[in-house]
C-alpha cells in the first residue's frame, strides 16, 4: 500500500515531533512510512466507531442492502453494525500477543483506567503507556492495510465502496425489529459512564 501526504495530513498530529504534522517519514529509499500519530489516529477513529455501534438501540436493527462488484443485478443483506463490532473485535484479538491482548482488553473493552491497570498488570506506569502506543499503532496499521475490505476508512466499510460505480451508490437503509433468534453479538465492554 502507498501512503501519501494527502491521505495522512487530516490524521496527524500537528504538533508531532517526528512528522511535524505532515503525516508521513521518508525512510531509506525514497519511500513514505506513516507516522506512528497517524496510526494512533486510525486506531482511535475505529475504536471510536466501535464503541458507537456497541451503544446503539438493541431493539431496532439497521439492515442494509449493497450492490456487489459480480454484476447481474446481485445484491447482499447485511447488518453494518454488528459486522463492524465482529470485525473489530475478532481483528483484534487475531493480530495481538497474550500479554498486549490483556491489555488492550482491560484498558479498552473494560474500560479500566491506567491506575487499575498498571496493579492487576504488575506494570510502571511509563510501560504502560509505551504499550497502549505499540498497540494502538499496531492496530492502526492493520486495520488499514486489512484487505480485502479494511476496518479504515469507517465511512467506505459503512457505504460499501467495492470498487464498481455501479454498485458503489449509497445503499439502501431498512429498520425492522429485532428478532429473539439474532442474538447480538456480546462483546465483553462496560459501558462509558
Not at 505499540?134 to 484487505?147: A, D, P, W
Amino acid at each position: 500500500m502507498e501512503w501519501t501526504r494527502s491521505e495522512t495530513l487530516a490524521l496527524a498530529f500537528t504538533a508531532c515531533t517526528q512528522c511535524f504534522g505532515i503525516g508521513v517519514r521518508s525512510v531509506r529509499g525514497g519511500k513514505l512510512k506513516p507516522c506512528s500519530c497517524v496510526l494512533r489516529s486510525i486506531f482511535r477513529a475505529c475504536y471510536a466507531r466501535f464503541r458507537s455501534s456497541l451503544e446503539k438501540q438493541s431493539h431496532l436493527c439497521l439492515t442494509s442492502l449493497d450492490g456487489t462488484h459480480r454484476g447481474g443485478g446481485r445484491n447482499t443483506w447485511g447488518r453494518k453494525n454488528e459486522e463492524f463490532v465482529a470485525d473489530f473485535y475478532l481483528v483484534t484479538r487475531r493480530r495481538l500477543n497474550a500479554a498486549d491482548w490483556r491489555i488492550f482488553s482491560a484498558h479498552y473493552l473494560l474500560g479500566a483506567d491506567w491506575r487499575l491497570c498498571t496493579r492487576q498488570l504488575k506494570m510502571d506506569r511509563g510501560s504502560y503507556f509505551h504499550a497502549i502506543y505499540r498497540i494502538e499503532e499496531k492496530l492502526g496499521l492493520v486495520y488499514r492495510t486489512l484487505s480485502p475490505y479494511s476496518l479504515f476508512p469507517t465511512d467506505e466499510y459503512f457505504q460499501g465502496a467495492t470498487g464498481c460505480e455501479q454498485c458503489d451508490r449509497r445503499p439502501e437503509v431498512v429498520e425492522i425489529p429485532r428478532r429473539s433468534l439474532h442474538e447480538r453479538l456480546k462483546v465483553p465492554i462496560r459501558k462509558a459512564a
